[in-house]
Nanobody, 126 residues
């Protein structure tokens, strides 16, 4: 059974940094895409950053470009999201997700992703 476990969330002041990690286990084959999604209260879930696990192609939401970096360590089955220059509007629950079917790097709520973590809260105060 595939499991995704996020860690690294917390509370920081604006301008601060956090690094999220997502430990994956239970795969029989590597997923095509892995990504970070977030959902703030009263808002739709949105893609923050996505990466192909078999290459280096990435997608970033316009709101995080230049501040967030997605990376992966296939040997450790771990996905990361380095978040710098955090803003109050980055406050949300952040979810790790994986898609083991052919996927595209694009915006959206990730409804076609078939594996999800439990989420980790990120709170940025002004």
């Amino acid at each position: 059974q595939v499991q995704l476990v996020e860690s690294g969330g917390g509370s920081v002041q604006a301008g601060g940094s956090l690094r999220l990690s997502c430990a994956a286990s239970g795969y029989t084959s590597r997923p095509y895409c892995m990504g970070w999604f977030r959902q703030a209260p009263g808002k739709r879930r949105e893609a923050v950053a996505i990466i192909y696990t078999g290459g280096s192609s990435t997608y970033y939401a316009d709101s995080v470009k230049g501040r967030f970096t997605i990376s992966r360590d296939n040997a450790k089955n771990t996905l990361y999201l380095q978040m710098n220059s955090l803003k109050p509007e980055d406050t949300a629950m952040y979810y790790c997700a994986a898609d083991d079917t052919p996927c595209t790097l694009r915006a959206g709520a990730g409804n076609d992703y078939n594996y999800w973590g439990q989420g980790t809260q990120v709170t940025v105060s002004s």
